[in-house]
């Protein structure tokens, strides 16, 4: 896919698709270079990165969430479930990156890449969210990619 005159290798890039806003450098400069660290966080933790560009790609995603936050208030109500959409996304291509694996995770990328970068084909978009958003709820409650919160002692009575 060619991007700002740089060629991506496929679609699976966090700023593959989506709109021409969205869209990254392509570059992805080394990581001594940067300076970036090495090892990853969330579940996996301690892996390495897969690709050093990972640093750079959320700088991107959150100039897209910004400069979507900013279109947001004068484009049809509707662009924001796609830019959330394509975030959402964006973000789970990272975390793979990081070394983040889950089979629910993967499908629920897939769906999210077909949906965005796939033929356009009519669906209910309400319930087709609402199933990801359900399925997503039981993956993190369900799984162990994510912390259980603490279990607070109940307070003193006063």
């Not at 300076?35 to 959320?58: F, H, Q, V, W």
Request: proline residues 9%.
């Amino acid at each position: 896919m060619t991007t700002g005159g740089t060629t991506r290798e496929s679609a699976d890039e966090p700023d593959g698709g989506g709109p021409p806003e969205a869209a990254g450098t392509g570059t992805a400069p080394a990581a001594e270079a940067t300076g970036a660290d090495a090892t990853g966080g969330g579940a996996g933790r301690g892996t390495p990165y897969p690709d050093p560009s990972t640093d750079e790609e959320l700088l991107l995603l959150a100039a897209y969430l910004l400069s979507s936050g900013r279109g947001l208030l004068d484009e049809p109500q509707v662009y924001g479930t796609f830019r959330c959409v394509d975030a959402t996304r964006r973000v789970l291509v990272l975390l793979r990156r990081r070394g983040v694996g889950h089979e629910e995770l993967d499908r629920l990328h897939r769906e999210l890449e077909d949906f965005m970068c796939g033929p356009m084909t009519p669906r209910d978009l309400p319930v087709f969210l609402d199933d990801l958003c359900g399925r997503f709820t039981v993956l993190l409650r369900d799984s162990d990619l994510i912390a259980p919160a603490p279990v607070r002692a109940p307070a003193p009575a006063v």
